[in-house]
C-alpha cells in the first residue's frame, strides 16, 4: 500500500508541476488531468480505510486535534505565499488571508478536506449502509455535474456560470474528500475486499483505467486545455478498484518509511517547486523529475524532525 503512495505523492508532483507539458499537449492533459486525478482521491480512501480502528477505538476527538494541528503547522509553514500584506492594508487582503485559512493553501486544501470528511463521517457513521451510499453518491455526483455544467457553461446565467467555474464550490470536503474517504471507510468495515477476487480487482482497475482515459480524451477536445478537471466521474470506479487491488497484492516494504516519504514528498514539494521556478527553461518534465526528488531528500529531514516533534507528518 505505501508502494502506492509514493507513486500517489509522484502523480502529485507531476500534476502541480504540468507533467510531460514541454513533450506534448495531449500527453500532459491526459497525465494531469488524467491519470494522475486518481491520486488525492486514492489518499482520501487510504485515510478513510485506516480512520475505521480510530472510530472503533473511540479515538475521533484525537485524531481530528492532530490533524488539525498538522494543518497549523504547514500553514504556518507556508504563510509567506498566502497572507496578503499589509495584511489590515485592504478589506480585500483581510478577506483574502481569511479565505485562505478556512479553505486551505494551494495543495493542504487536502488537510481541510480530511477534517471535514472524518466529522461528516463521524456524524453519519451509524446510518443504514445503503442510505450512506446514496449520500455519498449524490455528494459525488453533484460534484462531478457542478464541474461540467460550470466547464461547459450549460447555465444561460453569467452569474451562475461563474459561481460553477469558482474551484472550491465543486472541489471541497463534501464533493470530492467524503465520498472517497467514506468508500474507504465501508470498505474497511464490511470486509469488503475479502469478497472481491483478485481477478476482479484487475478487472475493474483496467476498466476504470480505460474510462478515466477515455473521459480525459473526450475533455481534451472539448474544454479548454488550460483548465483543470478534478471532479472526473470515472474516479468513483478507478479509484477504489486500484486500492483494493494494492491490498490486495500486500507487497512487503518498510510500510511506515514509505509512508512518512510520500507524505513528506506531498507537504514540501510546493515550496520545491516555488523554488524551482526561476528555472522553467528545464521544461516541466524535468522540473517534475527534480521537484520529486528533492522532496524526497528533504523528506528525510522532516521525518528525522518528527521523530521529535511528532506533529509535522
Same mark, same amino acid.
Given at each position: ?19 510531460? +507539458?514541454?513533450? &506534448? ?40 486535534? *492532530? ?11 507556508? &504563510?509567506?505565499?498566502?497572507? #496578503?500584506?499589509?495584511?489590515? !492594508? +485592504?478589506?480585500?487582503?483581510?478577506? &483574502? ?6 479553505? !486551505? ?36 455526483? +453533484? ?18 456560470? *461563474?459561481? /460553477? ?37 484487475? #478487472? ?17 477536445? *472539448? ?29 512487503? +516494504?518498510?510500510? *511506515? ?40 531528500? /528533504? &523528506? ?7 521523530? #521529535? ?5
Amino acid at each position: 500500500m505505501d508502494t502506492l503512495k509514493i507513486g500517489l505523492a509522484f502523480m502529485v508532483v507531476g500534476l502541480h508541476a504540468r507533467f510531460l +507539458s514541454d513533450v &506534448s499537449p495531449l500527453a500532459e492533459y491526459l497525465t494531469v488531468n488524467g491519470i494522475f486525478r486518481i491520486a488525492v482521491p486514492i489518499f482520501f480512501l487510504i485515510n478513510g480505510y485506516f480512520f475505521y480502528p480510530t472510530i472503533v477505538s473511540g479515538r475521533q476527538r484525537m485524531w481530528i486535534r *492532530k490533524v488539525l494541528v498538522l494543518y497549523i503547522l504547514w500553514m504556518i509553514l507556508y &504563510s509567506p505565499f498566502w497572507i #496578503r500584506f499589509p495584511f489590515f !492594508g +485592504s478589506v480585500q487582503n483581510v478577506s &483574502s488571508t481569511l479565505l485562505e485559512i478556512v479553505k !486551505g493553501y494551494y495543495h493542504l486544501w487536502y488537510v481541510v478536506g480530511m477534517v471535514g470528511a472524518a466529522s461528516t463521517l463521524i456524524v453519519l457513521q451509524n446510518i443504514d449502509i445503503r442510505n450512506l451510499k446514496a449520500v455519498i453518491l449524490i455528494c459525488f455526483l +453533484s460534484g462531478v455535474c457542478i464541474q461540467y455544467f460550470g466547464a461547459f457553461h450549460l447555465i444561460n446565467n453569467n452569474y451562475i456560470d *461563474k459561481i /460553477l467555474n469558482m474551484n472550491a464550490v465543486h472541489k471541497n470536503f463534501l464533493f470530492v474528500s467524503f465520498p472517497f474517504f467514506a468508500i474507504g471507510f465501508i470498505l474497511n468495515k464490511y470486509k469488503i475486499v475479502e469478497l472481491v477476487s483478485m481477478r476482479a480487482a484487475v #478487472r475493474l482497475s483496467l476498466l476504470g483505467c480505460m474510462a478515466l482515459i477515455g473521459e480525459s480524451y473526450f475533455n481534451s477536445f *472539448k474544454l479548454p486545455m488550460d483548465l483543470g478537471v478534478d471532479n472526473l466521474a470515472s474516479l468513483i470506479i478507478v479509484c477504489p478498484a486500484i486500492f483494493i487491488l494494492f491490498l490486495k497484492l500486500q507487497i512487503s +516494504s518498510n510500510s *511506515k518509511q514509505l509512508s512518512n516519504y510520500s507524505s513528506g514528498i506531498y507537504f514540501i514539494h510546493i515550496l520545491v517547486l516555488q523554488f524551482l521556478d526561476q528555472y522553467k527553461s528545464l521544461g516541466e518534465t524535468l522540473i517534475t523529475i527534480l521537484v520529486f526528488l528533492i522532496s524526497g531528500v /528533504l &523528506s528525510y529531514f522532516i521525518i528525522e524532525i518528527n521523530k #521529535r516533534v511528532r506533529f509535522i507528518l
